[in-house]
């Protein structure tokens, strides 16, 4: 009997030591937590812009897992390298310039149903090249009525192109 509870006393550290790396890396991607966006959904399509000269362009679509049920159309924050570039609401998307070398993305809840419980934001790596275009779904999936996540993927740039064309230019502002 005393193994057990041995060996669980021993991995408790681990355990914590497991969950200082993730919140690092959300640091890394993510802004601070009183940064907030005010988000309409655009009316139109967005022109495709092309890339500025030695930069890369970067689209984030918010998109739900199941079409229609939009938990009341949550906010959902974008992060690049620690500071916010912008924010999503309801299957809205954007973009945004960047430097080419490698940056650390987020997609964050800005605000969430008190029926929820706190979630962690999700990340992606990008390593970005001049002249590319590069796709993200942040995607919110529902797993039952109170735990729903975020996922940040990457996605082809075909996938990406009818993402973008069939999604409204978000049109968002920091809240002061």
């Known amino acids: 009997m005393k193994t057990p509870l041995v060996s669980i006393l021993f991995c408790l550290p681990a355990l914590a030591a497991d969950q200082a790396p993730a919140a690092a890396a959300a640091n890394t991607a993510c802004g601070p937590d009183q940064v907030k966006f005010s988000v309409k959904s655009g009316d139109g399509q967005s022109p495709a812009p092309q890339p500025e000269p030695g930069k890369a362009l970067v689209y ?98 075909d996938e990406g192109r009818m993402l973008v064309e069939t999604s409204p230019l978000s049109d968002y502002q920091k809240k002061k």
């Open 60 to 157: 984030v679509v918010e998109q739900y897992d199941r079409p229609g049920n939009e938990l009341g159309k949550p906010t959902i924050r974008i992060g690049l390298d620690g500071s916010w570039v912008g924010a999503n609401r309801s299957t809205s998307h954007l973009f945004f310039p960047v430097e080419p070398g490698e940056h650390h993305l987020c997609s964050d809840w800005q605000s969430i149903p008190p029926t929820i419980a706190r979630l962690k934001p999700s990340l992606a790596i990008l390593t970005a090249q001049p002249g590319q275009t590069y796709y993200f779904r942040a995607r919110v999936i529902e797993h039952s009525l109170s735990l729903w996540t975020l996922d940040l993927e990457p996605v082809n740039s």
